[in-house]
């Protein structure tokens, strides 16, 4: 099985070269041996064949090379009737109840699991066994929660009674990026050595939609223009793409523009960024959303951009907050690419998410830590035009793989290490960054996710879902 998938990553150009460069390699062995008379009989057959066979290798190896400078534009949409299908496992019924399937069941809550959910104001819904190994939680809305598990397969439920599974058999082989609107989610992935690929799924009435395959790339972006429904896609060595998000259908493309991190979307223009090269100087690229067109290149300094992430309303505002190192952050203006300000700081920032009314939150290192990463570190929220400090708080120890908070924006959930696992989640208020109190699991924790009043606590193996209980009681506060 696991042979087969890896034939099934890598192209046939691939196998066949490597085929060759093998029979060369056995070929030059025996040349170097030539201690048998049969062998050296044969010296010249030998030399002929390994010569042959390392540049049939070559050879084959550099078609797909060739094939895509004559036609740098290429990408295939995979047809309808060869997209993978939906499967629906049989419902669950009884939330306390265990039932027998082979994809997930439903488990009993037990005491302490009740305790700690009561004490920070939540209660326990349901807790749900898994039988396949998750990865991470994608999307959720009131009727789905989308999960990725370790075979890169897509499974879904109901978010809020743990009913209704279903799956699809997608095999991602390495998430790079993904957006969503209201009901679709767009997943970009890394298919193989020199390819990516989009995926659209609708998670409300769960299908994939459609599929388009970019080649000569392995890593990128994607973006969503709500307003015009359109994809930009940053591709690397494939340039910048436009798609249409409904059928996967390719409006323009720039092959040329190299740029792998996302696209910002203002109502006049699309931004790209170019990083500087030995052989290039880098770029910021103004394209024209309708055909792709540079409207202006304007050349900067940058080696790379770790991340580069639009405020939430930049279709208006233009604005996207940038870290090309990894101490330094800026606020850059898309409209006429000038810097608001400009952060830089000797401890490294780790993370950053923006949120509504213009804030920021964002979380380093508070001193020295170990290698992996775990040790005390620094929460901060800020004004995300000015970057003024509204408070800061040292957390727990802490690899911070990840940050989550409440869809009020009440409260930020904070994952602290134990023995190097994240068993624990600890809650902080907002508004202040005063700690509210802690979560403790059993196992431990590789994602969560927060829908409306519901939480949902996600082990490799389980699911704790709790929903908030507004009347309750938090540390002796009302929450």
Known sequence: MLLFEFLNRISFFSILS??????????????????SPLLRRYRGALIAVSTSSMILGVAIWSIPFFLSRLNPDQSRLTPIDQLVTTEWIEPLSNPQV?????????????????????????????????????K????????SLVLLDQAGNLHGFRAYTGLNHWQIRLRLNQLLDQVQDSRKLYLLERTSLDSIRISCLDFTNPALLWQRTIPRSKEGSIALDPETQTLYVSSGESGVWALKSKTGEVLWKRPEVFS??????????????????????????LLDPANGKTLQKTPH??????????????????????QVDAGTLFLLDARDLSQRWRFHSDSPVLGFELLPGDRVLQWMKAQEVKPQGVGPQRLELRSLL????????????SSLR???FTPDLERIMVPSELEGESRSISFYAMSTGVLLGSAHTSEPLIDLYALGD???FMSENHIWAVRRDKSGVLNGNNS
């Open 18 to 35: 490597w085929s060759f460069f093998f029979i060369a390699a056995v070929g030059a062995i025996l040349l170097t041996s030539l201690r």
């Open 98 to 134: 265990e039932v027998a399937t082979d994809q997930a069941s439903q488990e009993a809550i037990t005491k302490d699991e009740v305790g700690w959910a009561t004490s920070l104001g939540y209660q326990f819904k349901y807790k749900l066994r898994l039988g396949y190994e998750l």
């Open 136 to 143: 991470q939680a994608l999307v959720a809305d009131s009727e």
């Open 260 to 285: 792998k991190v996302r696209i910002l979307t203002t109502p006049r223009h699309i931004l790209a960024f170019e990083p500087r090269v030995a052989t290039r100087e880098g770029h910021w690229f």
């Open 301 to 322: 300094d940058f080696n790379d951009m770790l991340r580069f992430t639009p405020s939430l309303d930049a279709g208006q505002s233009g604005l996207a907050l940038a």
């Open 386 to 397: 000015t970057h003024e400090v509204k408070w800061q708080r040292e957390t727990a120890p």
């Open 402 to 404: 990840w940050i989550k």
């Open 454 to 456: 519901w939480v949902y």
